[in-house]
């Protein structure tokens, strides 16, 4: 009886978090902000990383709420570890925008999450990975472009162009001038100004 008890609580306790985080979306899109936020603190303070990621967005953006980052990465963060993979992203770059203390560990953290969040199939964590890796420091241009290609096959017309950029510079490939201008030709197609005035030259 005790088991089943508390099986009920869980289920109860579950069934409310997405009542109200559904509550805070139907609110969000009524303009009325300060409901929503209410909504969905009340559903990510019992845990559901759906409400979670939805705080963080009200504390990135101020709706509802001051604009707060601090307590945005807070919320992305809980959702972030509850495998949430647009949380995964968002406090990724945090970590990667903001000055840390322990340069090494966050950069190594919001890698991590950022893998996580592009193998989750996160368009903007692939992009931004395949640029980070091309990029980079350290630069690791086959694994860069293997997320290159990845955001341009979600349609990611950005990433199209610095598919193209890798195949004409022979970044992680062998250099083809042919392939890049494809690359470059499907891009701008998709009304990319960097890649129109690529084919230009």
């Known amino acids: 009886l005790e088991e089943a008890a508390f099986q009920l609580q869980q289920i109860f306790r579950i069934d409310i978090s997405i009542a109200l985080n559904i509550l805070g979306i139907?609110?969000?899109?009524?303009?009325?902000?300060?409901?929503?936020?209410?909504c969905f603190k009340l559903a990510a303070d019992r845990g559901y990383s759906k409400a979670q990621f939805n705080v963080g967005l009200c504390y990135e953006?101020?709706?509802?709420t001051e604009k707060d980052l601090e307590k945005a990465a807070f919320y992305y963060y809980h959702a972030a570890s509850s495998c949430?993979?647009?949380?995964?992203y968002?406090?990724?770059?945090?970590?990667?925008?903001?000055?840390p203390e322990n340069e090494w560990d966050r950069h190594q953290k919001a890698v991590t999450f950022l893998e996580q969040a592009a193998m989750a199939?996160?368009?903007?964590?692939?992009?931004?990975?395949g640029v980070f890796y091309v990029r980079g420091l350290q630069p690791k241009e086959e694994r860069g472009l293997k997320y290159l290609l990845l955001a341009a096959?979600?349609?990611?017309?950005?990433?199209r162009y610095h598919v193209g950029v890798?195949?004409?510079?022979?970044?992680?490939?062998?250099?083809n001038l042919a392939e890049a201008?494809?690359?470059?030709?499907?891009?701008?197609?998709?009304?990319?100004r960097n890649a129109r005035e690529r084919l230009r030259v």
Request: aromatic share 10%; hydrophobic share 30%; glycine share 12%.
């Open 166 to 175: 890798c195949y004409e510079k022979g970044l992680g490939v062998q250099q």
């Open 153 to 159: 096959k979600n349609g990611d017309a950005q990433s």
């Open 61 to 64: 953006h101020g709706r509802g």
């Open 26 to 38: 139907e609110s969000m899109r009524a303009g009325h902000y300060r409901v929503a936020y209410t």
């Open 121 to 129: 199939g996160i368009t903007e964590a692939q992009a931004y990975l």
């Open 90 to 99: 968002r406090y990724a770059r945090y970590l990667l925008c903001h000055k």
């Open 84 to 88: 949430h993979p647009m949380a995964q």
């Open 181 to 192: 201008m494809k690359h470059y030709r499907q891009s701008a197609a998709a009304g990319n």
